[in-house]
């Protein structure tokens, strides 16, 4: 059987986005519901430059085997005055150990644990940025005491 190459990634940006504490909704019928939110950070890669507006929040689900549910839902604004938005969508894996350590924000190195998303970008179709819309993206994120460190890549 022949396996056909993997498509090639290119860089596209790192995001430090900063986090206030989570409010814990509760058990629901899904899992454990947190709303952690976003209140700034930045942006930064070979293309764009950014700030991180505070407003936005990451909706969590902890499912009962112990894996993170993410949704994120927040904007930045770029150095030339763009605004664009991002929803971010992915899985945090970790043995129950790890997964404490993070909930109580200690730093936990970021081999310890899986954590991969799907950002979708939406920016002005006449912008500078328009080529946000037009293609998929895949992140890494690393979780850190007040922030997490998303590193962004285009899939060609």
């Not at 930045?42 to 293309?47: A, Y």
Request: glycine residues 8%; proline residues 4%.
């Amino acid at each position: 059987m022949h396996i056909p190459q993997a498509p090639d990634l290119e860089y596209i940006c790192e995001l430090q986005v900063a986090l206030e504490s989570a409010m814990v909704v509760g058990e629901t019928a899904l899992g454990t519901r947190r709303v952690i939110p976003i209140t700034g950070g930045t942006v930064e890669g070979p293309k764009i430059k950014a700030n991180i507006i505070n407003g936005g929040a990451d909706w969590q689900t902890l499912r009962a085997d112990g894996v993170t549910e993410l949704e994120a839902h927040y904007q930045f604004q770029t150095d030339d005055g763009e605004i664009i938005y991002i929803k971010n969508v992915g899985l945090r894996v970790a043995t129950p150990q790890v997964a404490k350590l993070l909930a109580e924000g200690k730093s936990v190195d970021a081999s310890q644990y899986y954590f991969r998303a799907v950002p979708k970008f939406e920016a002005n179709r006449n912008g500078k940025y328009h080529w946000l819309n037009d293609g998929i993206f895949i992140c890494t994120g690393e979780r850190l005491p007040d922030a997490v460190s998303i590193k962004v890549w285009k899939v060609l």
